[in-house]
Structures are given as structure tokens and as C-alpha cells.
């Protein structure tokens, strides 16, 4: 059995409540379960299944939200769906532009739930950066998101809704193949993406699927901190890039600044990414390594990191992540000098190591700097609201 804790931390799974109104938001539901929605509403089979079709493509390849601009569907059926349905968009609280271009969504949840989302325009690229769960229960010790006390995990449809909220403020619809701005998509908002399974796999289907939004999955990329049981499983259930935050290479360090690997190590986790579906030196797998002073970023660290990846002769590059500070962190970025030679160790060892440059610190936007005004109530403290708000419905 799993315990919730420090080092087994499986979020308790909270159900998102229904809708206040009663009505079914469609976005985040497969085809079948449009379908089915649509028969259990009253519709027959046939129609339901022709019916399910039209709304997919214009939910997600037209950006479409009103029934009524549905041309296709017929008139005197637009109201009837109107009435049961809806296609929801969640509610930006707050979005801040960084003096970089990199932009930053706070968002709401129906129940009130606050998450964060991040878009990173480059000259030839613009990756969004998505959230799987509102807070993280992993503690990592230099991340600003392990310290949110408040942990839920975002449904299917939060997932997709922050793509869909991306492409309507980046006015990308029609969905088409050639020159859009929004062309990547990173899990590596808010959360560990492995602790949702479910909900991220079925958000990612929903984003590859060829009628829709239609990302390939060559440009979908999955960061875990090495939910080892998990690993095989994402990648033939979903197939995206995989990236893994490594991050130090003992276990003495690795325990202390991931508390995850008390449980799953180095180097089972090097061999779950050895035996990742889909990894070759076409498609390498991403090792994220942050840069902490005087913490992992010696000359011997690196060599290390270069021996256990030929050990496991894994088709990898090295992502350098220079520290992105926040307020109480318990440690400093190293020095650039030091950075420098760490990636020069293993460049020469034919890894590539290129060192990442900050995108959006000056709006906290950068890796590890997401965290929302969420946690200032606890678990216990929402659970005693949750109490109350019944009772007083009596
Ligand atoms: N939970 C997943 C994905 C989200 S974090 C994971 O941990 O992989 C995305 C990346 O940012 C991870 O590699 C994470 O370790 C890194 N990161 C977290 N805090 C950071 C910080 N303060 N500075 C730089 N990178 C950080
Ligand atoms: Fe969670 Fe990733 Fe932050 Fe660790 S680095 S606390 S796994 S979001």
C-alpha cells in the first residue's frame, strides 16, 4: 500500500466537483465520451456519432464555443445543446507579459482552484508551458512549486484548456499545420505530470489528434522527476519526448534535493529511461540537470553524470538549467564560469550539455519560480471550508 507523505507522495485524488449549472463541459472528453454524452442526453445513436464528429472539429480545429456559430448543426439543435452542454474555457485571473516575450497566465478552476501557465516565443519555436496539477506534492527542494501546500490534480479538460486558451489569446485558429506561433508543448508547468497519469494521457491524446488541435507528438515533451512505474507505461500510452530531472548524481545529493529518489534511485531510473519505447539517438531522451552552488556542480559531478550515461547507454543530451531563485530558497545558482566547465566535460564526452538561458524570471515564470496564491490554505483548512459550505446548504 502507498502512504501519503514525504517521500510516497500520491496525491489524494480530489474529484473535480460538476459544474454549478448542471451542464457537461465537453472540452477534455474523448470522441466516445462526446458520444456517449450525447446519446445519454437523449440523442440516438446515429446521430449521436455524426454529431459527436462536427462538434470535435469545431471545439478543436475551428476554436469554435458558441453552438450557435455551429453551421453544420442544425438550428433548432443548437439551443438543445446549449442547454446541456458547454465548452469551457477556464478563467484567467491574471496574464503578464515578461520584458523577454515569455508570458504568464494565472488561472482559475471552476471550484477555485489556481494553476499556471507559461508561453515561450523563440525565433523558430513557441512552447507552451503546461500544468498538470496545482501544487506539487514532491517537495523538491530548489522548486518554488513543492512548497504549495495544496495539491489537486487537473482534469483532462484543465489540461487541454490551457492549449486551447493559448491558441484563442495567440488567435491560431483555424488549427493549421504551417507557421503557427504556438508549435511545442512542454509538461513542465505546475506538478508532476506522472502522479495524473490518466488526465495528462488523455489531454495529450486529445492535442495529437489529427482533426484537432494536431500536435505531433514529436513536439510534446513529458518532464518527470522519475515516477519510475510510470515510465514505460507513458511511453506506450502516450509516445511523446521524454525529459527526466536528474538533476545530481549520487544518491546522497539526489536524496536531498529530490526526496523522490529515497524511494525510486539513480539507477533504476537510468534503466526505466534506458528502456523507455520510442528513445534512440533520433529521438534522445532529455536529462535536466539544474545548477546549484557547491551542490552538484563539480567537475567530478559531471563526470559522473557522463558515466552512468554510457553506462546505461542512453541516447541523451544534457539540459543545464541555471537556478532560478524565489523567495526563501535554500540554495544559489552556480557561478557561470562553473556552468560553463560542467557543460565543457560533457560536451567532450560527446553528450551534448547546452546551458539554458532563463526565459521569463522578471514575471516568476521561469522553471521552478511557478507558484500561485493556492497555498495559503492548507488541505485540513479547505476541507473544514468544504464542511461548512455543505452544511450551510443543509
Ligand atoms: N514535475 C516535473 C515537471 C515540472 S518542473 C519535473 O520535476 O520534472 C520542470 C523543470 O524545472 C524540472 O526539471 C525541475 O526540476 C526544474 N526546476 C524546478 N525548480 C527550479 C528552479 N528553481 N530553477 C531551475 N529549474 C528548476
Ligand atoms: Fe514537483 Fe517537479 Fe517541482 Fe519537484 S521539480 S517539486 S516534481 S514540480
Known amino acids: 500500500m502507498q502512504i501519503p507523505g514525504h517521500i510516497d507522495p500520491v496525491p489524494v485524488p480530489r474529484a473535480a466537483p460538476a459544474r454549478a449549472d448542471g451542464r457537461v463541459d465537453l472540452v477534455g472528453l474523448s470522441k466516445a465520451e462526446i458520444r456517449a454524452a450525447l446519446a445519454g442526453a437523449g440523442l440516438d445513436e446515429r446521430q449521436a456519432k455524426l454529431r459527436a464528429k462536427q462538434l470535435w ?209 539513480i539507477e533504476e531510473l537510468l534503466q526505466a529511461c534506458a528502456d523507455y519505447p520510442g528513445a534512440n539517438n533520433a529521438r534522445r531522451i532529455t536529462f535536466e540537470y539544474v545548477m546549484l552552488k557547491d551542490k552538484n556542480d563539480s567537475d567530478e559531478d559531471a563526470r559522473e553524470l557522463v558515466r552512468l550515461l554510457r553506462k546505461y547507454k542512453l541516447p541523451a543530451k544534457v539540459n543545464l538549467i541555471p537556478f532560478n531563485p524565489w523567495p526563501g530558497a535554500p540554495y544559489e545558482c552556480s557561478d557561470p564560469e562553473r556552468i560553463r566547465a560542467f557543460s565543457n566535460i560533457v560536451f567532450e564526452a560527446g553528450i551534448s550539455a547546452p546551458i539554458r538561458t532563463p526565459r521569463g524570471r522578471d514575471i516568476m515564470a521561469a522553471c521552478g519560480q511557478l507558484k500561485s496564491a493556492a497555498e495559503k490554505k492548507s488541505r485540513a483548512e479547505l476541507d473544514r471550508l468544504a464542511e461548512e459550505k455543505l452544511a450551510a446548504l443543509g
Open 57 to 265: 472539429h469545431w471545439i478543436y480545429n475551428r476554436g469554435v464555443t458558441d453552438f450557435a456559430l455551429m453551421t453544420d448543426i442544425a438550428k433548432a439543435q443548437q439551443p438543445w445543446l446549449a442547454e446541456r452542454f458547454v465548452i469551457g474555457r477556464p478563467d484567467v485571473v491574471t496574464a503578464q507579459v515578461s520584458t523577454d516575450g515569455t508570458r504568464k497566465w494565472l488561472l482559475r478552476s471552476d471550484d477555485g482552484q489556481d494553476y499556471e501557465m507559461v508561453f515561450i516565443p523563440d525565433a523558430d519555436r513557441g512552447t507552451l508551458c503546461v500544468s498538470s496539477q496545482v501544487g506539487c506534492t514532491l517537495n523538491c527542494r530548489f522548486c518554488h512549486t513543492g512548497t504549495m501546500r495544496l495539491v489537486r490534480n487537473l482534469t483532462a479538460g484543465e489540461i487541454v484548456g490551457q492549449v486551447m486558451l493559448a491558441r484563442d489569446g495567440l488567435g491560431e485558429w483555424p488549427s493549421q499545420p504551417d507557421g503557427r506561433l504556438l508549435t511545442n508543448i512542454v509538461m513542465m508547468g505546475m506538478g508532476e505530470p506522472l502522479y495524473n497519469f490518466e488526465q495528462v494521457r488523455d489531454a495529450l491524446r486529445i492535442v495529437m489528434d489529427g482533426d484537432g488541435l494536431a500536435l505531433s507528438k514529436r513536439r510534446i515533451t513529458l518532464s518527470t522527476s522519475g515516477v519510475v512505474p510510470k515510465m514505460a507505461q507513458a511511453g506506450e500510452e502516450i509516445g511523446v519526448n521524454l525529459a527526466v530531472s536528474l538533476h545530481a548524481v549520487t544518491k546522497e545529493i539526489r536524496d536531498e534535493i529530490v526526496p523522490l529518489n529515497r524511494k525510486y534511485g
